[in-house]
Nanobody, 123 residues
Framework: QVQLVESGGALVQAGGSLRLSCAASERPFSTYAMGWFRQAPGKEREFVASISISGALTTYSDSVKGRFTISRDNAKNTVSLQMNSLKPEDTANYYC????????????????WGQGTQVTVSS
C-alpha cells in the first residue's frame, strides 16, 4: 500500500507560479502511474495531469495544458506539479494519486490518494 502526502499549496496571485510535491511512503511507488487531481468547492474532483511509471509519458487536461508540468523522481519517491500562469479558476484542493496507468483519467481508476493541499489563486 502506498501512502501519499502532498505539500506546496498556498495563496498566490493570478499569473504566479507554485510547485506542488507529493511524497510516497513506500518503495512500490515506482510501480504506479501517478496523477494529480483537483476539487473546487461544490464541484466534482477532476483530472489535472498524469505521468507514466518511467516518467516518459504524460497527459494533461485541456484546462492546464501548456501551463502545468508533471514530473516524478522514482529514486526519491516523489511526484511534482509545476503550475505556471495560475488563474483564479485553478483554485482548488489538489490531490496526488497512484494508479495503474497514466492514460487513465478517471478518479475511480486510482487506488491510493493523499489528503490534498489547498491552492488559492487571487485575482
Amino acid at each position: 500500500q502506498v501512502q501519499l502526502v502532498e505539500s506546496g499549496g498556498a495563496l498566490v496571485q493570478a499569473g504566479g507560479s507554485l510547485r506542488l510535491s507529493c511524497a510516497a511512503s513506500e518503495r512500490p511507488f515506482s510501480t504506479y502511474a501517478m496523477g494529480w487531481f483537483r476539487q473546487a468547492p461544490g464541484k466534482e474532483r477532476e483530472f489535472v495531469a498524469s505521468i507514466s511509471i518511467s516518467g516518459a509519458l504524460t497527459t494533461y487536461s485541456d484546462s492546464v495544458k501548456g501551463r502545468f508540468t508533471i514530473s516524478r523522481d522514482n529514486a526519491k519517491n516523489t511526484v511534482s506539479l509545476q503550475m505556471n500562469s495560475l488563474k483564479p479558476e485553478d483554485t482548488a484542493n489538489y490531490y496526488c494519486a497512484a494508479g495503474p496507468s497514466y492514460s487513465r483519467l478517471q478518479v475511480y481508476a486510482y487506488s491510493y490518494w493523499g489528503q490534498g493541499t489547498q491552492v488559492t489563486v487571487s485575482s
